[in-house]
């Protein structure tokens, strides 16, 4: 019977609905031969999980609706943390390429499958009975007969890190299964493999029949979950945003999270093949984010080229680290960073000992108030020493970082200062006066003030004058 093989990985998400667990399970069997379906599976099951929340939300109007408008919904009806719908697009976007596109490799499969657990068990903490839930360590998916050395040290390293993590008796079983698999005669070996792929073919079949059940599933949940009181939606979300904060992923899926950030913003990125030990280097005329820049106190995790200038240093983190202070971090790599022949320094540079203007610390999680150290891009300016870090909430792009090193702020402020407050319109005394206010406090670095005025007393006009 099809149901008596489970995933590895989503196997407590079957309580909530089977058809989790067996598009799952596909995944993981497709992995070694076919990254392209694997991604292609995952996709279906981020599909399946987002409308799974929104009903649970009582949030669903129809199960045909488009993953991305779906996801767009669930933003704005704030029934999914953003982090949580960060990860879900990362999900949806790799499944598209790899069906339209025929764009995915061993690589891309296995950060997808990491990212749609954290999924899975984001998904379990926030609906289940067990806010607290500890699903055990990742189950790598069986290695690939061609495959990259850096998927093999990957896969290697994934596996080490579970053996390390597994409780005595689950370690004693998986031991016992792979010794009777060792002592197979080849006639044993092959019947099970016949058995074994007759199963995965009655497991495909059964995901497509069981459709038309699993959505008159999501039907019934959107009709319960419509009657929940303001005060239990209110506790269902808490729930969720706290079980958004427990997500985890390793480095290697945050380094591929924050090579889609950078893309998107018009760098060339890629951790794995655009590195420094596999030969890149800046290009005229070309903007990269080139992983692995050596300095002298250690190499950079990217270092961003504009042509043949380094206008910055970042410094990546896994998720759940703390990003403010990773800043020093870039900051070192900013001021130990060494130009070769065919590398320009950035002009105007160095900048107190610093060679590289910018610097940029991340982990990939996209910026919360709530949490802003551990979240959004952390940026410096290195050029004056007044400057502090601060918060992006996106990637600059190579012509706005340019633009940015083309600014001469000491100018700048010297022409505010003796700027006319020519309007075409009188201002009165107070409202020059916070002009200037403003003006100096623009000047020494803050970027959030605060000016109160009563009723009648030119709001307005002031605004438009400060906007001048």
Same mark, same amino acid.
């Given at each position: ?23 799952? =399970? ?52 704030? =029934?999914? !943390? ?39 068990? &984001? ?74 792929? =007759?199963? &995965? ?16 599933? @999501?039907?019934?949940? *959107? ?15 808490? *729930? ?8 985890? @992923? ?16 018009? &760098? ?69 960073? =060494? ?10 540079? !160095? ?14 999680? !996209? ?24 918060? @992006?909430?996106? &990637? ?73």
């Amino acid at each position: 019977m099809p149901s008596e093989i489970k995933s590895q990985n989503f196997f407590f998400l079957r309580s909530y609905e089977q058809q989790l667990d067996r598009i799952g =399970a596909l995944a993981e069997r497709y992995f070694p031969d076919d990254p392209n379906t694997c991604l292609i599976k995952l996709r279906q099951f981020g599909e399946e999980l987002a409308r799974q929340t929104a009903a649970r939300n009582g949030v669903l109007t129809t199960t045909d609706e488009p993953q991305a408008d779906l996801l767009r919904r669930l933003k704005f009806d704030r =029934a999914a !943390p953003h982090e949580v719908l960060d990860l879900f697009h990362q999900i949806r976007i790799a499944g598209n390429r790899a069906a339209h596109e025929h764009i995915g490799d061993h690589r891309d499969a296995l950060t997808a499958l990491k990212i749609t657990r954290e999924l899975a068990i &984001w998904f379990h903490r926030s609906f289940g009975k067990d806010p607290a839930f500890k699903p055990g360590p990742f189950q790598p998916p069986a290695r690939p007969k061609e495959a990259t050395a850096a998927v093999v040290e990957e896969l290697e390293r994934l596996r080490a890190d579970r053996e390390r993590l597994l409780g005595a008796t689950e370690k004693a079983r998986e031991e016992a299964e792979a010794a009777a698999q060792a002592h197979e005669s080849a006639e044993e070996r092959a019947l099970r493999i016949t058995d074994e792929r =007759a199963l &995965w073919e009655d497991i495909a079949q059964e995901a497509e029949q069981q459709k038309n059940v699993a959505l008159a599933d @999501l039907m019934n949940l *959107q009709a319960a979950a419509a009657q929940a009181t303001p005060q239990e939606r209110s506790q269902q979300r808490k *729930q969720a945003d706290q079980a958004a904060k427990e997500i985890d @992923l390793d480095e290697a899926a945050t380094r591929a999270i924050i090579d889609d950030q950078l893309r998107a913003r018009g &760098w060339s990125a890629d951790t794995e093949n655009l590195r420094y030990s596999k030969g890149a280097r800046p290009v005229k005329g070309k903007a990269m984010a080139i992983a692995e820049w050596p300095t002298n106190s250690g190499p950079a995790d990217y270092a961003l080229f504009v042509g043949l200038q380094c206008l910055g240093t970042v410094e990546a983190k896994r998720k759940r680290k703390n990003v403010s202070a990773a800043i020093d971090q870039a900051e070192r790599y900013a001021h130990d960073i =060494a130009f070769k022949a065919g590398e320009t320094e950035p002009s105007g540079g !160095p900048w107190d000992e610093y060679h590289v203007p910018f610097v940029f610390s991340t982990n990939g999680r !996209p910026y919360l108030k709530q949490i802003e150290t551990e979240s959004g891009i952390w940026f410096r300016d290195t050029r004056e020493a007044t400057n502090h870090r601060r918060a @992006l909430t996106d &990637w600059p792009t190579p012509d706005g970082l340019k633009a940015q090193l083309e600014i001469d702020i000491d100018a700048d402020e010297q022409a505010l200062k003796t700027q006319p407050m020519a309007f075409g319109f009188p201002l009165r005394p107070y409202q020059q006066q916070a002009i200037e206010a403003v003006e100096d406090h623009l000047t020494k670095g803050s970027r959030e003030m605060l000016v109160a005025m009563a009723t009648g007393t030119g709001k307005t006009k002031l605004s438009i004058a400060l906007l001048y």
